[in-house]
């Protein structure tokens, strides 16, 4: 019985400077941690552009700068004096919330199209003529070799003829990835 005890008495004897030992080592772990951190930049700006290196360089999202964008989608906001404000899916959860909402200028070399939906009969008419012209559609080769009817026909339309609320498809020549304005060399707008 008096060995048991004994085991007891230095079992918590053990466990007691353990916790005392594993106590004063966490400490020391944490307090050399707060001065890494304080002798780094240690505002929310460093943190959020150390967190998007990360997820870039993990491949998880691509650089804007990397990117080279001649082309955007999204839904007019506001129109005034030849510009369109197109607030867009953004392009990375991480990019410039500012870039959301673009503004496009519309020049007189602007092509502007809107898109019709055909009636139902034609549209059938002309995927009956295609498949008895170049057969069953069998893949993408034979379908992009041989242009395929589209559901819709263009309407060229004046930028006074744009709604708010109207999606549209905004390209242009140059690259557009960090540019908040831009003038526009084409814009396609779907029917509501």
Same mark, same amino acid.
Do not use: C
């Given at each position: 019985?008096?060995?048991?005890?004994?085991?007891?008495?230095?079992?918590?004897?053990?466990?007691?400077?353990?916790?005392?030992?594993?106590?004063?080592i966490t400490k020391l772990k944490t307090d050399n941690k707060k001065a890494d951190?304080?002798?780094?930049?240690?505002?929310?700006?460093?943190?959020?552009?150390?967190?998007?290196?990360?997820?870039?360089?993990?491949?998880?999202?691509?650089?804007?700068?990397?990117?080279?964008?001649?082309?955007?989608?999204?839904?007019?906001?506001?129109?005034?004096?030849? !510009? +369109?404000? #197109?607030?867009? /899916?953004?392009?990375?959860?991480?990019?410039?919330?500012?870039?959301? $909402?673009? &503004?496009?200028?519309?020049?007189?070399?602007?092509?502007?199209?809107?898109?019709?939906?055909?009636?139902?009969?034609?549209?059938?008419?002309?995927?009956?003529?295609?498949?008895?012209?170049?057969?069953?559609?069998?893949?993408?080769?034979?379908?992009?070799?041989?242009?395929?009817?589209?559901?819709?026909?263009?309407? !060229? +339309?004046? #930028?006074?003829? /744009?709604?708010?609320?109207?999606?549209?498809?905004?390209?242009?020549? $140059?690259? &557009?990835?960090?540019?908040?304005?831009?003038?526009?060399?084409?814009?396609?707008?779907?029917?509501?």
């Amino acid at each position: 019985m008096k060995k048991v005890i004994i085991y007891i008495v230095l079992a918590l004897v053990f466990f007691a400077l353990g916790f005392v030992f594993f106590s004063f080592i966490t400490k020391l772990k944490t307090d050399n941690k707060k001065a890494d951190i304080n002798n780094q930049n240690n505002t929310y700006a460093a943190g959020w552009q150390a967190a998007s290196k990360r997820l870039v360089d993990l491949g998880v999202v691509r650089d804007a700068e990397e990117i080279d964008i001649k082309e955007i989608s999204g839904f007019v906001s506001e129109l005034g004096n030849n !510009k +369109i404000w #197109v607030k867009i /899916i953004p392009l990375s959860p991480l990019h410039d919330p500012d870039l959301d $909402t673009r &503004i496009i200028k519309v020049n007189n070399k602007t092509e502007i199209k809107k898109l019709i939906i055909k009636p139902l009969d034609e549209f059938q008419k002309e995927m009956k003529d295609y498949v008895d012209k170049y057969g069953e559609i069998n893949g993408l080769l034979e379908a992009t070799e041989n242009k395929l009817p589209t559901r819709y026909f263009e309407q !060229k +339309i004046t #930028v006074s003829e /744009i709604i708010v609320g109207h999606q549209v498809i905004i390209k242009t020549s $140059t690259n &557009i990835s960090q540019e908040k304005e831009f003038i526009a060399s084409e814009i396609t707008v779907y029917p509501k």
